[in-house]
């Protein structure tokens, strides 16, 4: 893993001729068309680049018939983006709601689209109850959910993300497990406890391991990379099943990022036997000025894209919505948080549902890799 630093060029001697020139120069839409890149739905092209492409959804799949369509024309995969959360599915203790998740699942399948099940345990998005039982109680809600969750969608989810964030920021000390009521109450061992309970309820689906930041080359994602590989060696020395590792691909152009260090990362994880999906997908454009955010969007999707996807053990692609009308970072409080006055265009299709050239660098990509096998 450690090896020589990469440079521009060194990637560009791994990738063929093609997918190099692309690497220099990612289509905008317009030139796109001009060379006949423009086309079709990312489903189809994913197909022959030997990945899934999918994208995360929820209520507006109902609610909005245009978006619909899109969704259903674009997308071989849903990842509910909210409806499988432990806050919504358990807001009281003992008592499920699975009403909304199940529509939207079953919705999904008649579809024909698979299901990725985002998130079984997770640090975050805890309902109140939770924090004022003792650490035995939440020991036993924690394998109680598990017990009540998994076998009600076994068969018709593909695929779970077992645990997500396990480190995350990590505060002052990135790469330390991200703190909670699980790792209050089960100590890091909650990562294995976790895996091999859903592995028992649903010997089917696969498990994942889904996890942010390491895209970014900072000292916060250079922590979260060691942490990462660490986990995977941990659980894989206690004999649960581990299928894939997720990384969410929020990517934050603000923020130093290096993709051939992430390649190494990537190449550091398909060593160890695991497939890797490309998990939340987009691109945060504060940082870009006015007169191109569409265009360096796509430059900056694109470019990842071309790096991670030259590992074969890529196998899937998930966006974070599909277009920005339903981005989570035009949330007002996401906004507000990060002090954004412009509204973020972090996808492939923007408000109107109109394609735009981050689709086009998607497509590009992922043909480049079809190229190449
Ligand atoms: O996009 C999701 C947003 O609508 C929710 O309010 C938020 C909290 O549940 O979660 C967002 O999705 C996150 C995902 O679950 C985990 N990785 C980061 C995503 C973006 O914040």
Redesign the pocket.
């Known amino acids: 893993m450690a090896g020589r630093p990469w440079t521009r060029r060194r990637i560009l001697g791994r990738l063929p001729a093609a997918c190099a020139a692309g690497l220099l120069d990612i289509p905008r839409s317009a030139a796109a068309r001009r060379s006949g890149v423009d086309a079709g739905p990312l489903r189809a092209a994913a197909v022959a680049g030997r990945l899934v492409f999918g994208a995360?959804g929820g209520s507006a799949l109902f609610g909005d018939e245009a978006y619909r369509d899109l969704f259903l024309a674009q997308a071989a995969l849903l990842t509910p983006?909210?409806a499988l959360?432990f806050d919504g599915l358990q807001p009281e203790r003992g008592r499920f709601f699975f009403a909304d998740a199940d529509r939207l699942v079953d919705w999904a399948r008649t579809q024909g689209l698979s299901v990725h099940g985002?998130?079984l345990i997770w640090n975050?998005?805890l309902p109140p109850w939770l924090s004022g039982l003792s650490r035995r109680e939440v020991a036993r809600s924690f394998d109680a959910y598990l017990d009540r969750v998994v076998p009600h969608f076994a068969g018709r989810i593909a695929s779970w993300d077992v645990v997500?964030?396990p480190f995350y920021l990590g505060g002052d000390h990135p790469g330390t497990y991200r703190p909670g009521p699980w790792l209050d109450a089960l100590g890091p061992g909650y990562v294995v406890r976790a895996f091999r309970r859903a592995a028992e309820l649903d010997p089917s689906a696969k498990l994942v391991l889904n996890e942010?930041w390491t895209e970014r080359a900072d000292a916060i994602g250079l922590a979260v990379r060691r942490s990462l590989l660490r986990l995977v060696d941990e659980l894989q020395h206690a004999g649960v099943r581990l299928d894939a590792v997720g990384l969410?691909s929020?990517l934050f152009p603000g923020i130093a990022y290096d993709d051939g260090g992430f390649t190494d990362f990537l190449h550091g994880l398909a060593e160890r036997g695991v497939t890797i999906r490309l998990s939340?997908f987009d691109v945060d454009d504060e940082s870009f000025p006015d007169a191109d955010r569409d265009g360096l969007v796509a430059r900056r999707a694109g470019a990842y894209l071309r790096a991670a996807l030259s590992v074969e053990a890529v196998d899937t692609v998930v966006s974070?919505g599909l277009a920005d009308r339903y981005s989570?970072w035009r949330?007002p409080s996401v906004m507000a948080a990060h002090g954004m006055t412009r509204l973020p265009r972090p996808l492939p299709f923007d408000e109107m549902l109109r394609r735009k050239p981050m689709a086009d660098a998607m497509v590009a990509a992922v043909r480049c890799r079809g190229r190449n096998g």
Do not use: G, I, L, P
Request: glycine content about 0%; hydrophobic content about 25%; charged content about 40%.
């Open positions: 995360a983006e909210n959360k985002h998130t975050d998005r997500n964030e942010a969410q929020h939340e974070w989570w949330d």
